[in-house]
């Protein structure tokens, strides 16, 4: 069965530094994908990145980097330069292609930034 | 274009009551989902459409049932609401293709 952990309930990070959130995830499918999605206090979900598990490179939206290792299959999501307004739930997510519509998501971190 | 709306934004009901939370988008998205919200449990996949005329369970589908009632609308219904069903409940919809999902606001959901 597929599955998505986050094994990080909550994290405090220091502004300005670079933050890693856990992502792993169990599947038999080959063709999956990985995203991250981020919800700040205001509740909306925000997109925030997508790797492919074929693509070669690891994917990057400015101050946003997913590692992907699929060997370990781990798709940590790196936070380059914290602010303030990164302190938000960070959420994991995976879609697989064998069913191509359905994306479930991981429990979720807190990411607090102190000043 | 309003995205994905929602309503109701809040609910209360009383156990054994029902209700149908209404959803809609007006991206011209094929593929339609519904999760649930509890605190430190992440979103929870309760049903899903693909396409306009298919749903399919998702993680968590006993006590829901949901509508595809035209490619615009999703619905979700509870048939007779229970305390373990007090949540948020997000709707989003997904262009066949693209992998980004589009969510609406929630709808917070008491049951007493």
């Known amino acids: 069965a597929q599955k998505i952990t986050q094994t990080q309930p909550g994290m405090f990070v220091q502004e300005k530094e670079a933050v890693t959130l856990d992502c792993t995830y169990d599947?038999?499918?080959?063709?999956?994908?990985l995203f991250w999605y981020k919800q700040p206090s205001s509740g909306e979900m925000i997109f925030l990145i997508y790797q492919g598990s074929y693509d070669e490179q690891n994917a990057t939206e400015g101050r946003y980097s997913l590692n992907f290792q699929k060997a370990r299959k781990s798709a940590n999501l790196v936070i380059s330069a914290s602010q303030l307004g990164d302190s938000a739930m960070y959420f994991c997510a995976m879609r697989w292609y064998s069913s191509a519509s359905k994306i479930i998501f991981g429990s979720g971190t807190r990411l607090s930034i102190r000043p | 274009n309003a995205g994905v709306t929602q309503t109701p934004k809040f609910q209360v009901l009383k156990t054994g009551q029902s209700m149908t939370l209404q959803c809609a988008q007006d991206?011209?998205?094929?593929?339609m989902y519904w999760y649930r919200q509890d605190p430190g449990m992440g979103l929870r996949l309760i049903y899903y459409?693909?396409?306009?005329?298919?749903?399919d369970k998702g993680e968590v589908p006993n006590g829901y049932n949901v509508s595809r009632l035209n490619k615009r609308e999703f619905s979700l219904r509870l048939e007779s609401a229970a305390p373990s069903q007090t949540s948020v409940y997000f709707c989003?919809?997904?262009?066949?293709?693209?992998?980004?999902?589009?969510f609406g606001p929630g709808t917070r959901l008491t049951v007493t």
């Open positions: 599947t038999s499918d080959q063709s999956y994908g």
């Open positions: 989003a919809s997904r262009e066949q293709g693209s992998y980004e999902q589009y």
């Open positions: 991206m011209n998205h094929n593929s």
């Open positions: 459409s693909a396409s306009e005329g298919t749903t």
